[in-house]
């Protein structure tokens, strides 16, 4: 049985304080964005906004519509990018749609301390039937603001089994076994591990991980807490120095800062042979799946991220995106018919089996009969892989850049370059992240 991880308390909020920076940032971007500011939230119906690559979570939308057409669901969708600032800008200027997207943690934190987001209750949208640690990321001070709203998908570490076969290489079990295949790639001309370094939030997963396996998640959940100080912890100075002697290695070779994941170069390395390994979300089963078919079928492979022996974390312990979410505008005009949607549409028994059938696990519970029924060999492998893994998991971590105040995640992603970079000593981290938490 999973170990649930308990609700992470909610910060001090200073609610009056979130509240005007909010509308401060509202007045400043829409000044500057003149007329493209948000304005479809103002109409009749309800209203919702997401982004441009839920396609399941569009459908879902249209079913709703097509069963409910006098009472319509109004869905806009935005590029990722552009997202989290136009969602600032309409809550600010009263304009935000009935249902937001998010990705819990930090940023909802905000929303929820400003007094925008409601609570959900177990009776509005029946909440057992989630996985009870992927809620952990959208409850705050024992209340749930958020219903997920897509698959699963922590961090996992892939592999080419046949550059893994060539080299003499065995999967890593361990932090050591990681270096040793490290140096036994990088000896046969291959990269060992490929790393989108350019677009900085996937060397962060590295550096989760490993905090997690040297420091034990009690560390990084004091931080999220609002104990910033803990980033001055020993444990947090470690892992630094582990991502610098993975780099040092040549474990990610000499170009990963101009790999970015945006362009799929990343993934690219590894279904052609030059690299032997990547951590990265479940969202890149997918993306291979449709770039390199054969591959995925052939050689691709997939293991937990490595223990650390002698480490404090649990190596059953996992970090990445546990879902995003859907969250319910507490200014909502329209919230009978926006908590219908959340219960009735949102992973259903149609929604689920879309999921599935795409590669993604839902977060649900009671899975394991579908997934006896899936067709394909490689997915259903694949699907039981990544739900025994969080359904067996000691805890689920939000990624960091998630999980913090929006006003920490640039400084948090800078200074994990820095020190993928070795531009700043191992201790230099900690205290540069606990003076821009201040």
């Known amino acids: 049985m999973p170990r649930r991880q308990p609700g992470r308390p909610v910060r001090p909020l200073r609610r009056a304080a979130l509240a005007s920076a909010i509308a401060l940032a509202a007045a400043a971007s ?187 998640s009690k560390v990084f959940g004091a931080i999220a807490s609002g104990d910033t100080a803990k980033w001055k912890d020993p444990s947090v100075t470690e892992a630094n120095a582990r991502l610098q002697e993975l780099a040092d290695a040549g474990a990610f070779g000499d170009n990963a800062s101009s790999v970015n994941f945006d362009q799929g170069a990343d993934a690219a390395l590894l ?56 969250s319910l505008n507490a200014s909502s005009k329209h919230k009978s018919e926006a908590l219908k949607y959340l219960k009735d549409y949102v992973m259903n028994d149609d929604q689920v089996d879309a999921y599935l059938a795409s590669g993604s696990v839902p977060p649900v519970s009671g899975l394991d009969e579908k997934l006896t029924s899936v067709e394909s060999a490689a997915d259903k492998k694949w699907l039981t892989f990544v739900y025994d893994l969080v359904q067996n998991s000691a805890g689920f971590q939000l990624s960091w850049d998630q999980a913090l105040p929006a006003d920490q995640a640039d400084p948090l992603l800078t200074n994990v370059d820095k020190s993928f970079l070795g531009q700043i000593a191992p201790g230099q981290f900690g205290t540069n992240m606990n003076e821009a938490a201040q």
């Open 271 to 326: 279904y052609t042979g030059k690299a032997g390994m990547e951590l990265m979300g479940t969202w890149q089963y997918a993306n291979m799946v449709k770039a390199a078919p054969d591959f995925v079928k052939k050689d691709l492979g997939y293991i937990a991220f490595p223990s650390l022996p002698g480490g404090k974390g649990d190596a059953t312990s996992i970090v990445g995106n546990p879902s995003n979410f859907l």
């Open 30 to 216: 829409l000044t500057a964005c003149g007329s493209s500011g948000p304005t479809d939230a103002a109409s009749s119906g309800l209203t919702m906004w997401a982004l441009t690559d839920q396609t399941i979570l569009k459908e879902s939308v249209d079913a709703y519509n097509k069963d409910n057409p006098d009472n319509k669901i109004t869905l806009r969708l935005f590029a990722n990018d552009d997202y989290k600032q136009k969602l600032r800008v309409a809550f600010g200027a009263n304009q935000a749609p009935d249902l937001f997207f998010n990705w819990g943690g930090g940023a909802l934190n905000d929303y929820v301390g400003a007094g925008k987001a409601d609570a959900l209750a177990d009776s509005q949208v029946d909440l057992g039937r989630f996985t009870p640690s992927v809620l952990d990321s959208a409850t705050f001070d024992g209340k749930v603001y958020g219903v997920p709203a897509n698959g699963l998908a922590p961090a996992v570490l892939y592999y080419n089994k046949k550059v893994l076969r060539e080299a003499g290489v065995e999967p890593p079990k361990t932090y050591d076994d990681l270096l040793k295949a490290v140096k036994k790639l990088k000896g046969d001309g291959v990269t060992p591990i490929s790393l989108a370094a350019n677009s900085k939030w996937p060397t962060l997963m590295w550096l989760e991980y490993l905090l997690d396996r040297t420091g034990g």
